[in-house]
């Protein structure tokens, strides 16, 4: 399955993260990005649109943004869908 979407890594915290620590967090992703977009989808009609692996609390999250202006937070180890929005019209 071909996703047309731009993976990022990208790591959130108070203090920028070292490249060898990012990539020790990620490694503990149980899902692909397929996967958690599947899981972010969730009965939603919404496309992906782009998908972010980030690091929030020393855990890896997928950060998936949709064409129907919603935002999903996957946790990339338990699969759990951790934050669900819509962006705020301006």
Known sequence: MRLPLALAL?????????A?????????????PAQAIKVAQ???????QEIELEVRNSRPVYVIEFDD??????DAVTGQVVLSKRKEAK
């Open 42 to 48: 969730g009965g939603h009609s919404g496309t992906a």
């Open 69 to 74: 202006d919603r935002k999903v937070t996957v």
């Open 10 to 18: 990208v790591a959130l915290s108070a203090h920028p993260a070292r």
């Open 20 to 32: 060898e620590d990012l990539e020790s967090v990620a490694a503990k992703a149980k899902l692909t």
